[in-house]
């Protein structure tokens, strides 16, 4: 979708009453799909930043028919993939088959459901993730299962933004890569340009989600200078 | 794999993928372990050693005066509560793992006490996240962690209390899972947690099957036990499963009886029946006890509700309080406020040969006890 360079950026956006303006905004600056937070109360694989995020939203109102509307309203906004993003308890709330069914009306793109195991719920199409820890045999069902790319999880620790970049992922992302034709995106931790140029080295995309969240905080102008700058460390 | 849902449809692993390979070891260094007998008389010998099993089955007369009610007293366990029979079996199994540091999270205290023990027993490093809420109302079990050579982390946001500290030790774990081992507390989390605390506990239930018959030569017609995540009471109950006659009653706080009020829904890694809005977000529990505020339960509590096996009830803080204090006024014994909920139900249960699990003892609470 780049047109350029070829390497994928993938925005991380909690749900929030700006995030459609927000995500316009992102989309012009560069961003090639959009990953879509909808909020949960306690959400393991999240650091202290998207944590608060999910709070704020979660004290805003953001109850998961409401954040559908929402990704209904990006999605006339811009056409690129977006992808929601929540916890299997949502999901049991709500109905996998339902959710699947309203979020895909809604106009998304996939799904990653962070807490569900590739094992788990086979029949519901979503992004698999795969980390640091997981064996060949897990990579090799992950990419098998997985709907489109592979979310590849650059550290062994939650969301967040870190120092460096992982020197993780490029012992992971070539493991994947002996296993899998598919599109390989990194993500966790990857909060800097030189972060995202890095990456990129290694594998086809990178998410980039916690600094995205604090910058977003700042408005559709800072977010938009920011993916600009992920944008342009990719091309 | 729905496999992993080891209890008709809870149970499983609701976990990042970073955790599940660690599950897998855990799951297999579990497997090895019950086969191997060097595990058990190990376990066996610390269990009698260490923590003071077994523990008595005392009988509760000025208690219970129209009842025949005794209690398992693992309130005499080392450390004062059940907690040490499980903190004990995963740090050696831990061990067996090559793990060095080990993480646990802690409600009231007593599971932090157990885990900070045998840490300081084995020499092991010891991290344990409370809540700030917690730390203030149980504040010697703090300083009883810090003496034991722990590091205690307040987790200062949602709650502050055992759901939080729950997170943020399976946080910690998620980061640190190469060299660590999380210690969970009860019979909550990700397979194979919840059977693995069964087992631990199943001691509880073992003794006291055999103490009761050898007391009254009959089973009871009732084993009561408190439940938060429900470890106490899956261990008191599980060797009674199979005599049909003999009912099973937990007793929930009733402002956090996941079990009564409660849906189903996925917390801590695992589904189960949890204190969860329509839309699946878990709400706030509340107890006076500390050890039972939490919105989630074991999912084995959860099938064997389903199942009809064992009945599921609530007392209310004011009924805890006044159990809390008949007991220490007529058998001489400071319950913990914990299984002063067990206490209060058992007291009212129709039912004449009552085994209650005294599942700790009451030290730590008495600054939120009001005196009478």
Known sequence: MSPNGGKKLVVYLMAGPGTPELAQAAVEAGADAIEFGIPFSDPLADGPVIRRAGERALAQGMRPGRCLEQLADIRARVDVPLIPMTYASILEAYGWDRFAADASAAGATSLIVVDLPADDQPDLRRVQLVAPTSTDERLRAAAEATDGWLYVVTVTGTTGARA???????????????????????????????????AAELVDGVVVGSK???????????????????????? | ?????????????????????????????????????????ELDDLLATYAGRPTPLTRAGRFAPAKRLYLKR??????????????????????????????????????GVATATVCARFGLQCVVYMGSEDMRRQKPNVERMRLLGAEVV???????????????????????????????????????????????????????????????????????????????????????????????????????????TGRPGVLHG???????????????????????????????????????????????????????????????????????????????????????????????????????
Not at chain 2, 295 to 309: F, I, K, Q, T
Not at chain 2, 321 to 337: K, Q, S
Request: glycine residues 10%; charged residues 25%.
């Open chain 2, 270 to 372: 695992a589904r189960s029946s949890v204190l969860a809005d329509d839309d699946g977000q878990i709400v706030d529990a509340h107890s006076i006890s500390a050890g039972l505020d939490y919105p989630g339960v074991g999912p084995e509590h959860a099938w064997l509700r389903d199942s009809g096996r064992a009945h599921y009830v609530t007392a209310t803080d004011a009924d805890a309080l006044a159990a809390f204090h008949r007991l220490c006024a007529t058998e001489g014994i400071v319950p913990a406020l914990e299984s002063s909920h067990a206490l209060a139900r058992a007291l009212d249960l129709d039912a004449e040969l009552i085994v209650v699990c005294l599942s700790g003892r009451g030290d730590k609470d008495l600054a939120e006890v009001p005196a009478r």
């Open chain 2, 1 to 41: 794999m729905t496999a992993t849902r080891t209890f008709g449809t809870y149970g499983g692993r609701y976990v990042p993928e970073t955790l599940i390979p660690a599950l897998d070891e855990l799951e297999r260094g579990w497997r090895e372990a019950q086969a191997d007998p060097a595990f058990r008389a």
């Open chain 2, 74 to 111: 693992e309130d005499l366990l080392h450390t004062g509560a059940h907690k040490l029979n499980n903190a004990l079996g995963q740090v050696v199994l831990a061990r067996r793992l090559g793990k060095q540091r080990i993480l646990a999270e802690t409600g009231a205290g007593q599971h």
């Open chain 2, 154 to 260: 307040p987790v200062e946001f949602g709650t502050r209390t055992l759901k939080e500290a729950t997170s943020e030790a399976i946080r910690d774990w998620i980061a640190n899972v190469e060299d660590s081992y999380y210690l969970i507390g009860s019979c909550v989390g990700p397979s194979p947690y919840p059977e693995i605390v069964r087992e631990l506990q199943r001691v509880i239930g073992r003794e006291a099957r055999e103490q009761i018959l050898a007391a009254e030569g009959r089973l009871p017609d009732a084993v009561v036990a408190c439940v938060g995540g429900g470890s106490n009471a899956i261990g008191a109950f599980y060797d009674f499963i199979p005599d049909e006659d003999v009912r099973l009653v937990g007793v929930e706080a009733a402002g956090a009886a996941s079990l009564g």
């Open chain 1, 212 to 235: 995205a969240v604090e910058t977003a905080e700042e408005g559709p102008g800072a977010l938009a200078a920011f993916v600009g700058s992920l944008r342009a460390a990719l091309d």
């Open chain 1, 164 to 198: 460096e970049l992982a020197p993780t992922l490029a012992p992971l992302a070539e493991r994947v890569r002996r296993l899998t034709d598919v599109p390989l995106y990194a993500g966790f931790g990857i909060s800097t340009p030189g972060h995202a140029r890095a």
